[in-house]
């Protein structure tokens, strides 16, 4: 850089680029840098609660895509379905933008509105759906009984990774065999 190319910019921006472009060489959907700033959203999402629209998301091919709402979120009540694809958020394109930068515009202070453009079903119409934010509390473990000829099964299943889920793992356990599991 000092002898050999002109560039007036910031110097963490040109490192962060190039790992950043390292890893996604790799082609491995499991490989991320995080910057500082990514880092810290990152740690974010895993505390209890959070201030959005509830649900779990992944990026798919430059896409953001719905993994599934969290039951009786804001997302869920407004109708936003698993496996739909982010397009637009406020208006602003965000395809090809990065899950933390997209999640970051989705999230917002509580009570405040966030309106997504959503594609589903292959269908190149997009579906408006105005979203108030809340205060989301992560339930990171769900447990079910499912009766059997010969009594009751104990599900559990680990729905997304959290700093509680240890403690909500071991409870879920607890309880399910408290019910006959």
Do not use: W
Not at 98 to 115: A, C, E, Y
Not at 159 to 164: L, S, V
């Amino acid at each position: 850089k000092a002898y050999h190319y002109f560039y007036d910019g910031d110097s963490q921006a040109l490192i962060d680029g190039a790992i950043s472009g390292m890893i996604e060489a790799l082609n491995d959907p499991h490989s991320t840098y995080f910057t500082m700033t990514d880092y810290e959203n990152f740690v974010e999402h895993l505390e209890e609660t959070y201030s959005g629209i509830g649900c779990e998301v992944t990026s798919v091919n430059g896409y953001t895509m719905i993994v599934s709402p969290f039951p009786d979120s804001p997302a869920d009540v407004a109708g936003i379905l698993a496996n739909d694809l982010v397009i637009e958020v406020d208006g602003e394109n965000v395809v090809g933008q990065s899950l933390q930068d997209v999640t970051n515009k989705i999230k917002g202070p509580v009570d405040s509105t966030v309106t997504l453009g959503i594609q589903r079903n292959d269908n190149t119409d997009l579906i408006y759906i105005e979203v108030t934010r809340q205060a989301i509390d992560q339930e990171t473990v769900k447990t079910e009984l499912i009766p059997t000829d010969d009594g009751v099964i104990g599900y559990l299943q680990v729905t997304t990774f959290g700093e509680n889920t240890a403690n909500e793992f071991k409870e879920g356990i607890e309880s399910l065999e408290e019910q006959g599991m």
